[in-house]
């Protein structure tokens, strides 16, 4: 767990510093026509993984055979798909009536070719839990495509930069991989290994796709009623909460996987990391979104200039529609794990309506109309996806939020620490260098006076760590 959070703080934190540069030069509509392409992106990536990544982790007894077998799968898929996608990239430019879209989409497309060349290598270093190995890489790859984009857009290249930061980083985590850790996959493809891992793989896949396109209907619907700018400010406002939010929930997809898979048949103790993970989890990420949501307006004019102020409405509200997410993987993971993904698929369909009936209602009142519709989805959404988990565990959603109760408490009052500093001093700089502190100061004394569980946890792993790398020096 500390070196995948190393590994997504280091990759989040690099991206965050180096995209607050990039932003500063760029225009929100060269974000916009990166973002028009997300759905299409978003969907190839899981096609190629085809749920196989998530198989083979939860099998007990896997062989080279499989991971063969899947590699060479994911090449066939990858080619089908770049193959599709320039095919259909006058028409994608067509429909968003963005004429730079059909070359944008063939260059970029290739990243999938690139990407099915890794996704073997880092399931199996997710599988032999080698976390620090996975640190390295994305943290080397993230750190030298953002200076790839950076320089590019201080040239001018304007789109072509965040174009470049995605492929470079891809071509670099390949590199790195062959690198870092050998491993050739055999020339053999076995139909019995195919089958058995997409018996498994297939549901995931369909819960994959289809809750990617909902999730990017946002997008693709905010990209054909509105402009390129407004499709910029919403995506960049989506890469601010998911700093945050993703982090945890990244964190949490990948470790919590393997750990639940490996303890899949001990039901006590799968029940017991369950229950665990979800209060660490909402003590993290509730603070950190209603934090955020407080701070954005003085951090966005700060950082990227008065050209990004109309996204502070859609972010606060994208905080208040992230901070479920995390919890909602855990649940969804808790089933997984125990190898349910036709379960996982099943509730992607029963939240579909859900999602797609807000968003058509909410989109002819406007953007921040949609991303109010979006948070109120996402708080339902998380009781949807905790009932079946919750029973299992006999941990359910309302049993969730009452555990949340501390957290919540410690949140309010650092909440009032925070609002004078935001309503009554002036300067932005000061606003940012106040209340961060402040703000986590309040959270962690409050916490601390409850005697929560969580926070215990907390300091126990502060003095393991100082103990493991100081003292002994």
């Given at each position: 767990?500390?070196?995948?959070?190393?590994?997504?703080?280091?990759?989040?934190?690099?991206?965050?510093?180096?995209?607050?540069?990039?932003?500063?030069?760029l225009m929100p509509?060269?974000?916009?026509?990166?973002?028009?392409?997300?759905?299409?992106?978003?969907?190839?990536?899981?096609?190629?993984?085809?749920?196989?990544?998530?198989?083979?982790?939860?099998k007990q007894?896997?062989?080279?055979?499989?991971?063969?077998?899947?590699?060479?799968?994911?090449?066939?898929?990858?080619?089908?798909?770049?193959?599709?996608?320039?095919?259909s990239?006058?028409?994608?430019?067509?429909f968003?009536?963005?004429?730079?879209?059909?070359?944008?989409?063939?260059?970029?497309?290739?990243?999938?070719?690139?990407?099915?060349?890794?996704?073997?290598?880092?399931?199996?270093?997710?599988?032999?839990?080698?976390?620090?190995?996975?640190?390295?890489?994305?943290?080397?790859?993230v750190?030298?495509?953002?200076?790839?984009?950076?320089?590019?857009?201080?040239?001018?290249?304007?789109?072509?930069?965040?174009?470049?930061?995605?492929?470079?980083?891809?071509a670099?985590?390949?590199?790195?991989?062959l690198?870092?850790?050998?491993?050739?996959?055999?020339?053999?493809?076995?139909?019995?290994?195919?089958?058995?891992?997409?018996?498994?793989?297939?549901?995931?896949?369909?819960?994959?796709?289809?809750g990617?396109?909902?999730?990017?209907?946002?997008?693709?619907?905010i990209?054909?009623?509105?402009?390129?700018k407004?499709?910029?400010?919403?995506?960049k406002?989506?890469?601010?909460?998911?700093?945050?939010?993703?982090?945890?929930?990244?964190?949490?997809?990948?470790?919590?996987?393997?750990?639940?898979?490996?303890?899949?048949h001990?039901?006590?103790?799968?029940s017991?990391?369950?229950?665990?993970?979800?209060?660490?989890?909402?003590?993290?990420?509730?603070?950190?979104?209603?934090?955020?949501?407080?701070?954005?307006?003085?951090?966005?004019?700060?950082?990227?200039?008065?050209?990004?102020?109309?996204?502070?409405?859609?972010?606060?509200?994208?905080?208040?529609?992230?901070?479920?997410?995390?919890?909602?993987?855990?649940?969804?993971?808790?089933?997984?794990?125990?190898?349910?993904?036709?379960?996982?698929?099943?509730?992607?369909?029963?939240k579909?309506?859900?999602?797609?009936g807000?968003?058509?209602?909410?989109?002819?009142?406007g953007?921040?109309?949609?991303?109010?519709?979006?948070a109120?989805?996402?708080?339902?959404?998380?009781?949807?996806?905790?009932?079946i988990?919750?029973?299992m565990?006999?941990?359910?959603?309302?049993?969730?939020?009452?555990?949340?109760?501390?957290?919540?408490?410690?949140?309010?009052g650092?909440?009032?620490?925070?609002?004078?500093?935001?309503?009554?001093?002036?300067?932005?700089?000061?606003?940012?260098?106040?209340?961060?502190?402040?703000?986590?100061?309040?959270?962690?004394?409050?916490?601390?006076?409850?005697?929560?569980?969580?926070?215990k946890?907390?300091?126990?792993?502060?003095?393991?760590?100082?103990?493991?790398?100081?003292?002994?020096?």
């Open positions: 767990m500390l070196w995948s959070f190393i590994e997504k703080l280091s990759i989040y934190g690099i991206q965050f510093v180096i995209g607050l540069f990039v932003a500063r030069i509509s060269d974000y916009g026509l990166v973002g028009m392409l997300a759905i299409f992106m978003s969907i190839s990536t899981v096609f190629i993984d085809s749920g196989f990544s998530r198989a083979l982790i939860q007894e896997r062989t080279e055979i499989d991971f063969s077998t899947v590699f060479y799968f994911n090449l066939f898929i990858s080619a089908i798909l770049y193959g599709i996608l320039y095919i990239a006058p028409y994608i430019a067509q968003y009536h963005e004429p730079q879209l059909t070359l944008i989409t063939r260059i970029l497309a290739l990243n999938f070719v690139i990407q099915a060349f890794t996704m073997v290598q880092l399931t199996k270093l997710s599988i032999n839990m080698d976390f620090k190995s996975k640190a390295i890489i994305n943290t080397f790859s750190l030298l495509s953002g200076v790839v984009a950076l320089v590019m857009a201080y040239q001018g290249y304007g789109v072509w930069a965040l174009i470049a930061q995605t492929l470079s980083k891809t670099l985590t390949l590199f790195l991989i690198f870092i850790k050998k491993w050739v996959p055999k020339l053999v493809f076995s139909l019995d290994s195919f089958k058995s891992l997409f018996r498994y793989g297939s549901k995931l896949l369909a819960a994959g796709v289809l990617t396109i909902i999730n990017n209907l946002y997008t693709i619907l990209g054909r009623f509105f402009t390129a407004e499709v910029g400010y919403y995506a406002s989506v890469y601010f909460t998911n700093v945050l939010s993703a982090t945890a929930t990244d964190v949490l997809q990948t470790v919590t996987f393997p750990v639940m898979s490996s303890v899949q001990e039901e006590e103790r799968l017991n990391i369950y229950r665990k993970l979800i209060r660490l989890t909402m003590f993290a990420v509730i603070p950190c979104m209603i934090g955020f949501a407080l701070i954005c307006e003085p951090f966005i004019r700060l950082c990227l200039t008065e050209k990004w102020m109309p996204a502070v409405p859609i972010i606060q509200w994208l905080c208040m529609a992230r901070i479920f997410t995390p919890v909602s993987v855990l649940n969804i993971n808790l089933l997984n794990a125990k190898g349910y993904s036709g379960m996982v698929l099943k509730l992607e369909l029963i579909a309506p859900l999602i797609i807000t968003l058509a209602f909410t989109i002819q009142y953007l921040e109309a949609v991303v109010i519709g979006q109120i989805v996402s708080f339902l959404c998380f009781f949807i996806n905790a009932y988990p919750g029973k565990a006999n941990y359910g959603a309302f049993q969730q939020m009452k555990d949340m109760g501390p957290t919540l408490l410690a949140t309010a650092m909440t009032a620490a925070i609002l004078p500093i935001i309503l009554f001093v002036p300067s932005d700089l000061w606003q940012l260098l106040l209340s961060i502190p402040i703000g986590g100061s309040v959270y962690y004394l409050l916490s601390l006076a409850q005697k929560t569980d969580e926070i946890e907390v300091n126990t792993l502060l003095y393991n760590l100082i103990n493991k790398y100081f003292r002994k020096k």
